[in-house]
């Protein structure tokens, strides 16, 4: 995750979602850690510390928890294969926007669809490798 999506979680470190799962921050600034958590902070270009995150991960998957910026330059370097966009029916006018890339993306391929009663919608791409990929039972 980016900055300022850390600084939110900071705001209220008991409520620190991940536990132990080891948590990569990307910052140029000095951040406490959260007792007990497993974070590491880093910064400069995404591509050079990508294989150090996947090796953490062992065999699990690695998500990236936002901000738009950094998942941006994540998918620039071609290192995202998989998409969850929520989208809420709700206008706001203005806004930042999703995913700030250099260029554009190829298109990604659908993979699943789940709406709520709420009126969310989650849409799951797939991109590069994950296009033809099978969503999840
Ligand atoms: N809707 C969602 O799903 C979702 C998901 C995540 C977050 N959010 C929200 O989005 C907001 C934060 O988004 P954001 O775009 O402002 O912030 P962000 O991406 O979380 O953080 C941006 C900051 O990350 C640091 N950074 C980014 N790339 C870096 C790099 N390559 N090397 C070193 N540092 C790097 C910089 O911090 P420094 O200034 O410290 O260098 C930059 O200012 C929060 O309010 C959060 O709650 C929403």
Not at 63 to 71: D, E, M, Q, R, V
Not at 104 to 124: C, F, K
Request: charge should be negative.
């Amino acid at each position: 995750m980016g900055a300022g999506t850390y600084r939110t979680l900071l705001a209220v470190p008991e409520s620190w979602p991940y536990g132990k799962i080891p948590v990569w921050v990307f910052t140029r600034h000095e951040f406490p850690g959260i007792s007990g958590a497993d974070i590491t902070f880093v910064r400069g270009d995404v591509e050079e510390f990508h294989p150090d995150i996947v090796y953490d991960a062992g065999e699990k998957n690695v998500l990236l928890a936002g901000g738009a910026n950094l998942a941006g330059q994540f998918m620039d370097c071609g290192l995202i294969d998989e998409m969850f966009v929520t989208v809420v029916p709700v206008a706001l006018g203005a806004g930042r926007p999703m995913l700030p890339v250099a260029r554009a993306t190829q298109p990604g391929a659908l993979l699943e669809t789940r709406s709520e009663d709420t009126g969310l919608v989650q849409l799951h791409y797939g991109f590069g490798d994950a296009r033809g990929r099978q969503a999840p039972a």
